[in-house]
């Protein structure tokens, strides 16, 4: 069953997951960003997300409010754990230095793990898209995913903003009060 299951993969998934393995394990290493590409992640975690539930569930009955509310969770939870005092905000190149970290590639595999699986699990039980029980723990881990990812973008985008209408155009670390060099030990 298994073998059958991966055999009717279409070759487009496996793009998608050699593209965010790729794109964790850069994130688990310090490096400097444009804001640009910082976004990148957060809003192809978001069309998998929407397309998760919008594909799965469509957007009528609970499948969109359990989304909003597992995305709203996520983002005030990744908007508290954010550490600003590591992400150095660059303003004359318009990027950010943050540290590595494995967490983002743990959080991809789990929202493609999780989107495969409720693929699988609609394919072979189509009616478990009608159970309120199935419907709405998947509509709230999606959101929660997305959630997390947008909510560590706008935290760091607020730090760069704010060190942005400081007016000094310098490197200047999230709310740390010195001013300096980023260091790749992850200080």
Known sequence: ??????????????VILGFLVYRGVLASRAREVTLRKLCIIPLVMLALSLSGVYGSFGLAGIAPFAWTAGA??????????????????VTERGSVRRPGSWVPLILMMSIFCMKYAVAVTLAIAPATAHATGFVVPVCLAYGSFSGIFLGGLLRTVAVYRAVQTEGWGQTR???????GAFRSRGD
Request: overall charge positive.
């Open 173 to 179: 670390r999230g709310n740390a009060p010195q001013w």
């Open 72 to 89: 709203l969770a996520g983002a005030a939870l990744a908007w508290t754990l954010v550490d600003t005092n590591k992400i150095v905000a």
């Open 1 to 14: 069953m298994l073998q059958q299951i991966f055999s009717h993969t279409p070759l487009y998934v496996w």
